[in-house]
């Protein structure tokens, strides 16, 4: 994926507003401002279209740890490689154990508890086409340009709990199918993503000493951003908007 250039820097920015740009590309563009994000937080979707989302989501959780093996095998830096491999192991588990399961089982188990068949959703047969576009989007954004633009597409983690902290205490008070084990998954990522993302945010800003390689860590992360963001606008459409499911993806109550 080529991405779109769109920030021009004459200057190289302090630390500070690097830093400040960055969250400011956060501020703007984050998904938590989508209206598919909105309305499931004032819980206004169905249990329909939270069977949707699950189901989509799942599989951009699916390739997380693909992308992640991606940027550990381009690095020559065997500290950042110990340090990036526990993105691995937070999403696929340490092992088989059921006590202690990855990011991507405890998906599943939010996808069993709405309502979904599990081997349907591991199959990802019925996700929406623009689905896996987004998701082929962001393996091709991290294996197809530079190493800065890899690293700093995960940046998005710098407001992932600001989503968390929103989603699920919205999604237990306002669905009643929905309790604490469905939505296991969120509870590990509070801890996980700020680690991640203090560790990301200090590598970016080492490694971006020019305006140019800054202008491209910052487009990397609107990149990212709007791959979030094309994800809900096709569940919005596919499924808030009536008559729009594409042929072969997901209808609500039909046969798995």
Request: charged share 25%.
């Amino acid at each position: 994926m080529s991405f779109q250039r769109q920030t021009t820097l004459t200057e190289l920015l302090s630390r500070e507003a690097f830093d400040a740009a960055l969250r400011q590309v956060l501020t703007e563009r984050y998904h938590i401002h989508h209206p598919f994000h909105k309305l499931m937080n004032k819980g206004e979707l169905t249990k329909a279209q939270i069977q949707a989302w699950a189901l989509n989501r799942y599989c951009y959780q699916y390739i997380i740890p693909k992308k992640d093996a991606i940027i550990l095998s381009r690095s020559e830096d065997p500290a950042f490689r110990r340090e990036w491999r526990k993105r691995i192991i937070d999403h696929d588990g340490e092992d088989d154990r059921a006590d202690n399961p990855g990011g991507i089982a405890r998906w599943l188990k939010l996808a069993e508890g709405v309502g979904l068949d599990t081997d349907m959703v591991i199959s990802r047969r019925k996700a929406l086409p623009a689905t896996r576009f987004a998701v082929g989007a962001y393996i091709s954004l991290v294996s197809d340009n530079s190493m800065l633009v890899a690293v700093a597409s995960s940046l998005t983690e710098l407001f992932s709990p600001i989503a968390i902290g929103e989603r699920v205490p919205a999604m237990l008070a306002r669905y009643d199918y929905i309790d604490e084990d469905t939505l296991a998954y969120f509870t590990p990522r509070m801890k996980q993503a700020p680690r991640d993302a203090e560790f990301t945010l200090e590598l970016v800003k080492d490694r971006a000493t020019t305006p140019e390689a800054q202008a491209e860590a910052i487009d990397a992360l609107i990149a990212k951003c709007d791959i979030l963001w094309a994800m809900l606008d096709a569940l919005h459409y596919a499924y808030v908007i009536p008559g729009n499911i594409p042929p072969g993806a997901f209808v609500p109550d039909a046969p798995t």
